[in-house]
């Protein structure tokens, strides 16, 4: 990847995590799309440039990292078993960025009370259903590539693709329940859910 691109990447990213951020202190309508561009360093109209609306921004970071999820699975070695490498994948795309370690560690529990307070938004549910859908397409290519199917012809591909994404909406939405329990972080939650998924969810 280019410089130009990176940094194009960088910007998205900090555009996505400002809306984040603003949208779970202060609420969905009391954030323009001007304190978005300021809390990240760039005018509006290169928010603009980047996104339609405040809800395709916030669920942008969900959608990239589940993009992520395709290319990181793409550069595991081939030999390396299926979910292994699905497992590291997912780690490595979950690896907080710049844009989010740059900024104080927010109250754990003012936090997580904001983000369930943010995807009840209507809008913003829209694009994030919309992401995921685009986002499973990704990762079934991906596996088909690693598994010499067809993501369109053969079913096991979108399976597992579906059930990564499954993964980590159950591992986040654990997360939350559980007030951020910092004794299970949610890469802790994934790999744990990843295991049960790769030895075929056997009864406890």
């Known amino acids: 990847m280019g410089l130009r691109e990176t940094k194009k990447q960088a910007t998205r990213a900090a555009l996505s995590w400002a809306a984040i951020r603003l949208i779970v202190e202060r609420g969905y309508d009391r954030v323009l799309v ?5 809390a990240a360093g760039v005018s509006p109209r290169t928010f603009n440039n980047y996104f339609a609306s405040k809800a395709e921004a916030v669920a942008a970071r969900h959608r990239d990292r589940c993009f992520a999820v395709a290319d990181a699975l793409r550069e595991r070695p081939a030999d390396e078993p299926l979910w292994d490498a699905i497992t590291q994948a997912v780690l490595t795309a979950f ?4 844009e989010v370690t740059a900024h104080p560690e927010p109250d754990m529990e003012l936090w997580l009370a904001g983000i369930r307070e943010m995807v009840t938004v209507p809008a913003i ?5 919309r992401g995921s859908d685009d986002a499973a397409r990704a990762i079934g290519a991906a596996v088909a590539e690693r598994t010499g199917l067809d993501v369109d012809r053969d079913l096991y591909p979108k399976l597992v693709a579906a059930a990564v994404l499954a993964a ?3 591992a986040v939405r654990q ?3 559980s007030g951020g329990d910092r004794w299970h972080t949610v890469p802790e939650l994934l790999t744990e859910a990843l295991r049960q998924l790769r030895a075929g969810l056997p009864q406890p």
Request: aromatic share 4%; charged share 15%.
């Open 168 to 170: 980590n909406n159950v």
């Open 125 to 129: 549910q829209a694009e994030i259903l």
């Open 175 to 177: 997360f939350q329940s």
């Open 34 to 38: 001007e304190d978005i561009a300021a």
């Open 95 to 98: 690896t907080p960025g710049p």
